[in-house]
T-cell receptor
Framework: GESVGLHLPTLSVQEGDNSIINCAYS??????FIWYKQESGKGPQFIID?????DKRQGQRVTVLLNKTVKHLSLQIAATQPGDSAVYFC????????????FGTGTQLKVEL | DAGVIQSPRHEVTEMGQEVTLRCKPI?????LFWYRQTMMRGLELLIY????????DSGMPEDRFSAKMPNASFSTLKIQPSEPRDSAVYFC?????????????FGQGTRLTVV
């Protein structure tokens, strides 16, 4: 029979616009959260992280927001560029879990010129 | 540091053959992870080691899969016998001890095709 693959959510944005990618996690004990970027043919690369004692953290062109009440995480990319086109994964872990991370299914970001 | 190094980058093998994937973690990292990525299931943790000792292998799909870490700078993931449904990209990642959870650094992956 025909296999059914994961349907990756896709976000299409115009170059220069801001992008917002969302993620939900399920483990209430998670106290560490990471966003990874995966380009075609490569392994996931770290973008930014945040710990549960924070609700916002900013990096270069990226901001991560954490809402522990609803177990929601978002990644904001300012002035999106063609090089930002990739699949973005959130991952969560907890200090008692031995550095073990649980990954979300990912969001495909497409930047249109 | 060159980062996490995996070999081979691509592997094509026939069903029933043994496959061995290799990983060299970043020097000084105490944790090593093996992940599998497929369209069906996304990125799954198979097994991870701390100081060369397997800590959690609950993600290993079945007895055909085994992983070893004979020393701090080398790990293998073996599939024997291989089956077409094992076709996937296998990633190795490592992370340091920081007193809490921390990011994992990924290798480039091994794309395995079992025909």
């Amino acid at each position: 029979g025909e296999s059914v693959g994961l349907h990756l959510p896709t976000l299409s944005v115009q170059e220069g616009d801001n992008s917002i990618i969302n993620c939900a996690y399920s483990n209430s004990a998670s106290d560490y959260f990471i966003w990874y970027k995966q380009e075609s043919g490569k392994g996931p690369q770290f973008i930014i992280d945040i710990r549960s004692n924070m609700d916002k953290r900013q990096g270069q062109r990226v901001t991560v927001l954490l809402n522990k009440t609803v177990k929601h995480l978002s990644l904001q990319i300012a002035a999106t560029q063609p090089g930002d086109s990739a699949v973005y994964f959130c991952a969560d872990g907890w200090t008692g879990g031995g550095n073990k991370l649980t990954f979300g299914t990912g969001t495909q970001l497409k930047v249109e010129l | 540091d060159a980062g996490v190094i995996q070999s081979p980058r691509h592997e094509v093998t026939e069903m029933g053959q043994e496959v061995t994937l290799r990983c060299k973690p970043i020097s000084g990292h105490d944790y090593l992870f093996w992940y599998r990525q497929t369209m069906m299931r996304g990125l799954e943790l198979l097994i991870y080691f701390n100081n060369n000792v397997p800590i959690d292998d609950s993600g290993m799909p079945e007895d055909r899969f085994s992983a070893k870490m004979p020393n701090a700078s080398f790990s293998t993931l073996k599939i024997q016998p291989s089956e077409p449904r094992d076709s996937a990209v296998y990633f190795c990642a490592s992370s340091p001890i920081t007193g809490g959870a921390t990011e994992a650094f990924f290798g480039q992956g091994t794309r395995l095709t079992v025909v």
